[in-house]
């Protein structure tokens, strides 16, 4: 009898042993600018700590790391340095074009925010986008994989026809928005125009001799989803309770910007270390071009765009197929 009781005692602690515990590690990458200012404040409140304790996930620990652009990012996810990373929508479509289906596969579990780009130049001549030459340089986080690359082509599509929707890609060029913006003031580089995240066209366009020429609101049409939250279904699948705590975190970060545009600005320039003033700060997060929503907002009209254009080669068939099941519910497009 006590030779069953023990072998049903070492099966019951195989089967228990099988069953891993979700991580007691988030790491978390970000980049630069206010459209990670969720992220931003999630640091600085200790919300993901916070919300783990809640859910009775004990203590978490929570690594930060700061990335220069989407392929940095893409990297660090793809070689397992990150478990969340903060790209835009095109990188998110080309990720999951390449990975659904495979040991990889990474979608969005939310959005980060909606928030427009800016384009603007130090050429006086450009009114729109249909007065570049060859002679100007356009600044972008990444040629072609991003939605400021995105929202150039539609508007080069509208101007000249879906047949020339590339019409500039020639004379774009690949920089971190900190350098882009520099180059841009400075008048001293062959970069006189950049398609800018927020807060670096606010300080551009306060820069005597700089104009915007394209807003990508007007691009699309419509207010869009400017960052999304990306993990490895590995990952996701693993961990569902620290995936909810992530998103239960972001909530909270959007609901304090909203309520307290001031403190949060405030946040922003303690970790950031800008030159801005707190009034300038204050004004910027309070835009009201932008949301700090986790709901996904036009979010198919860039990745139906990028499929038409054969930058992706499985078109979804509809914003959720990109998606984990936890933003199925918001009323996302």
């Not at 939310?110 to 729109?128: D, F, G, W």
């Not at 991003?146 to 004379?171: M, N, Q, V």
């Not at 882009?180 to 066209?201: D, R, T, W």
């Not at 699948?237 to 972001?250: H, Q, R, S, W």
């Amino acid at each position: 009898m006590w030779r069953k009781l023990a072998a049903a005692a070492l099966i019951a602690a195989a089967i228990g042993g099988g069953a891993q515990a979700e991580v007691n590690e988030v790491r978390m990458s970000k980049q630069f600018g206010l459209p990670y200012l969720p992220m931003i404040v999630i640091e600085a409140q200790n919300l993901i700590e916070k919300n783990a304790a809640a859910a009775g996930l004990g203590e978490v620990k929570t690594t930060w790391t700061q990335r220069a652009g989407p392929a940095a990012e893409l990297d660090a996810l793809l070689a397992g340095q990150a478990d969340f990373i903060g790209p835009g929508v095109p990188t998110l479509a080309t990720i999951w074009d390449k990975t659904a289906g495979t040991p990889q596969e990474a979608r969005a579990l939310i959005a980060m925010q909606s928030m427009p780009y800016v384009l603007v130049t130090r050429n006086p001549n450009v009114k729109t986008i249909a007065d570049f030459t060859e002679k100007d340089k356009i600044a972008l986080p990444a040629v072609k994989l991003t939605g400021h690359a995105i929202a150039l082509e539609i508007e080069a599509a509208k101007i000249w026809g879906f047949d020339h929707y590339d019409k500039l890609d020639s004379i774009t060029i690949t920089r971190s928005h900190a350098d882009a913006a520099v180059a841009v003031m400075s008048g001293k580089s062959e970069i006189n125009s950049h398609f800018a995240s927020s807060p670096f066209y606010y300080y551009e366009l306060a820069t005597p001799g700089i104009h915007q020429v394209l807003k990508s609101y007007d691009a699309l049409g419509a207010r869009h989803t400017n960052g999304v939250l990306v993990t490895s279904k590995k990952f996701h699948d693993a961990n569902p309770k620290m995936c909810g705590v992530v998103i239960k975190a972001f909530e909270e970060a959007n609901a304090f910007i909203k309520a307290h545009p001031r403190d949060a600005a405030q946040i922003y320039l303690t970790a950031t270390k800008d030159k801005n003033s707190l009034d300038a700060l204050e004004k910027m997060v309070a835009d009201p071009d932008v949301d700090y929503t986790t709901t996904p907002v036009s979010v198919m009209k860039i990745v139906d765009f990028m499929y038409k254009v054969g930058r992706i080669k499985k078109k979804p068939a509809s914003w959720k197929d990109m998606f984990f099941p936890e933003a199925y519910g918001l009323n996302g497009s």
